[in-house]
């Protein structure tokens, strides 16, 4: 049973570019969350979703970043007009049930903003 | 908001040296996930705690939820360099998010 996929795990993207993430959960997880760790620090929770419906998003910043999680397909973090304080790691986590259970993380994706 | 702190940030220890990391909020949880973190790497799960007072051990590795189901301390026998990573708590309130505490950076020098 493979583990949360998360592709590109390095991504580099000049300063106005846009960054596409994406992350495939766990067989028969339907429950996504997107953290980002900034370099020596914690993680910091941005979104969650369920299949076609964003549950929690008050971690993510208003402006320029946005996440899907379509019916079909993985879900993707959306990060557009990339500035060099969006350089971070990305991670994506899966669980079965509510949001308070054990989540699953991915390897992550490293993002560079050069 | 729920806060939840770690200490100490950072430890540098011998091998065979033993240490205990804690994990400590005003909050209560339904739940308490340990996770350790490698370089480069996403964090992996250990142990998840649910009831208060619960003690759980995996090899040298025993994690405790506090009776009031605020706080969680993780200790390391006789710790080796293979031990070495960051070490992060997470909190689970039923029907929210996972509070992730700043993490415990563990470095074991042989």
């Known amino acids: 049973n493979a583990g949360v996929m998360q592709n590109p795990r390095h991504l580099v993207r000049r300063r106005g570019q846009e960054a596409r993430l994406r992350c495939s959960p766990m067989?028969?997880?339907?429950?996504v969350y997107w953290y980002r760790q900034l370099p020596e620090e914690g993680l910091k929770f941005m979104v969650y979703?369920?299949?076609?419906?964003?549950?929690?998003e008050s971690g993510m910043p208003k402006e320029r970043f946005s996440a899907e999680f379509p019916k079909e397909g993985p879900s993707i973090l959306r990060i557009q007009q990339v500035v060099r304080g969006d350089s971070a790691a990305y991670f994506c986590a899966s669980s079965p049930l509510s949001a308070d259970t054990e989540a699953f993380f991915g390897q992550g994706t490293r993002l560079t903003v050069v | 908001t729920q806060l939840l702190e770690q200490s100490p940030q950072f430890l540098s220890i011998q091998e065979g040296e033993n240490l205990t990391v804690y994990c400590n909020s005003s909050?209560?949880?339904?739940?308490l996930q340990w996770y350790r973190q490698e370089p480069g790497e996403g964090p992996v799960l250990l142990v998840t705690?649910?009831?208060?007072?619960e003690v759980k051990k995996l090899k040298r590795l025993t994690f405790q939820f506090g009776d009031a189901r605020k706080d969680s301390s993780l200790h390391i026998t006789a710790a080796q360099p293979g031990d070495t990573g960051l070490y992060l708590c997470a909190g689970g309130d039923a029907g929210n998010m996972l509070t992730f505490g700043g993490g415990t950076r563990l470095m074991v020098k042989p």
């Open positions: 067989k028969g997880h339907s429950h």
């Open positions: 705690v649910v009831t208060g007072g």
């Open positions: 909050s209560v949880f339904s739940s």
């Open positions: 979703l369920q299949k076609e419906n964003i549950i929690d």
